[in-house]
């Protein structure tokens, strides 16, 4: 199961963004999607009550803590969570970088760009799941 946190101050968006990933996966995965209307609720089910999400869909502006603010602390408990940082503000794409988002999805283009986002990142999280390891001892067992 695939689960996904939306956190964006604006229903309309949030509504917006979950109309988009139930198309995208329209019942070819199972998903879990929780939506947050500020950061800290988010913060609080994700550090407090120390549940993990796949992937975390995060607007920057928003009241309280911002959404660097709260990618921060976000990758520094979860360094593996696939950020996709979801906005309508395009000057903030290269100071976004410092946060290693999986993508940048402007909101202008929410239908075309979260739909490329949530296909990479099945793939990412495809192979990241798949990996496997062999080891050899000296005498090749």
């Given amino acids: 199961m695939l689960k996904i946190y939306i956190c964006d101050d604006e229903q309309l968006w949030i509504e917006k963004a979950r109309s988009i990933i139930a198309d995208h996966f329209n019942n070819k995965q199972e998903?879990?999607?929780?939506?947050?209307?500020?950061?800290e609720s988010l913060l609080n089910v994700l550090i407090?009550?120390?549940?993990?999400?796949?992937i975390v869909i995060l607007d920057i502006d928003m009241p309280g803590l911002n959404g660097f603010e709260t990618a921060k602390v976000i990758k520094d408990n979860y360094?593996?969570?696939?950020?996709?940082?979801?906005?309508?503000?395009?000057?903030?794409?290269?100071?976004?970088?410092q946060f290693q988002p999986f993508r940048y999805i402007r909101k202008a283009h929410a239908e075309q760009e979260m739909?490329?986002?949530?296909?990479?990142?099945?793939?990412g999280l495809s192979k990241r799941n798949d990996k496997s390891e062999i080891l050899k001892t000296n005498d090749e067992s």
């Fill in 115 to 123: 739909q490329l986002a949530l296909t990479a990142a099945e793939q």
């Fill in 31 to 39: 998903i879990e999607l929780d939506f947050f209307d500020n950061a």
């Fill in 79 to 97: 360094p593996d969570v696939l950020l996709l940082f979801y906005t309508s503000h395009e000057q903030y794409v290269f100071e976004a970088f």
């Fill in 48 to 54: 407090n009550k120390k549940e993990y999400a796949d």
